[in-house]
């Protein structure tokens, strides 16, 4: 299985899942159909290449391109019907609607995938964990508060891209106003710095070959500051640590089956 960014941040999120041999999974667009397409030229995939869209909520950073390149290139989308009556509704292709729901996993392209219930500003938001022959990737964004439901979905991960959206000083001396300070900050806003190296310190990790940062907010965070949260809570080493971006993603990782030896 491998996997790859074509963008992380409040301007637009992508991200390409495939196992071997299948067709690739793009997990949301909030970018236009255009734009998704000329980006994911560059990790060699087309749109006859996509096997589904997967939507984890609403959000135009999340769902932007989904229905005119879904129904432009006749690819089928999974999501909750939330967020399908949230945005879809009437301009999705009925035909290309999947309705999946947070508690049931489901096949596609290969892969076996748990969707997972997460606390967010939305209609009904998931994030998603997939798993192949055994090896597992978790993706994990947009949550503003860890829960035990996620702690259990995302043990075990080989990969994880997990949200670093922001740092709690430079959000409070930023230009937001206070009330969109208080919604990225609360509840059902995002994750920020310190919660998701606390929640990555709750996680059995000692199979974990990747861990990518993610949705790192270019106002109110600094890679750096991220990276350096989840080092020193313990809970990871620095080798294993990427960051995935606005403009450039992340390029191709491939995720390594476990290996058993006698």
């Known amino acids: 299985m491998r996997f790859a960014s074509i963008g992380s941040g409040s301007e637009g999120n992508g991200t390409l899942i495939q196992a071997d041999g299948q067709g690739a999974i793009l997990v949301d667009c909030g970018f236009s159909a255009r734009e998704a397409l000329s980006r994911m030229a560059g990790y060699g995939l087309v749109a006859e290449d996509l096997a589904g869209i997967l939507v984890t909520h609403e959000h135009t950073d999340h769902i932007k391109g989904v229905a005119r390149l879904a129904n432009r290139c006749r690819v089928p989308v999974y999501t909750t019907w939330g967020t399908w009556a949230a945005k879809l509704n009437g301009v999705l292709d009925d035909q290309l609607f999947r309705m999946i729901t947070p508690h049931e996993h489901f096949q596609l392209a ?11 500003d939305a209609r009904e938001p998931c994030q998603f964990v997939f798993e192949r022959q055994g090896t597992r990737l978790g993706v994990l964004s947009d949550a503003g508060s860890v829960t035990p ?5 995302y ?6 891209m997990l949200e670093c ?3 709690l000083k430079m959000l409070a001396d930023g230009p937001y106003p206070a009330s969109l300070k208080r919604r990225v900050a609360g509840p059902l806003g995002h994750l920020n710095n310190q919660q998701s190296a606390d929640m990555l310190s709750q996680l059995e990790r000692s199979g974990m070959q990747h861990l990518v940062v993610t949705h790192i907010s270019q106002k109110n965070n600094h890679p750096d500051l991220a990276v350096a949260a989840l080092i ?3 809970a990871c080493c620095e080798e294993i640590i990427r960051v995935a971006t606005q403009n450039a993603g992340l390029d191709w990782i491939s995720v390594q089956a476990e290996t058993v030896t006698n």
């Open 110 to 120: 290969g892969l076996s995938i748990q969707p997972v219930a997460v606390p967010h």
């Open 149 to 153: 439901h996620m702690i259990e979905c």
């Open 155 to 160: 043990q075990n991960c080989d990969a994880l």
């Open 165 to 167: 959206n922001h740092d």
């Open 232 to 234: 020193e809570s313990g």
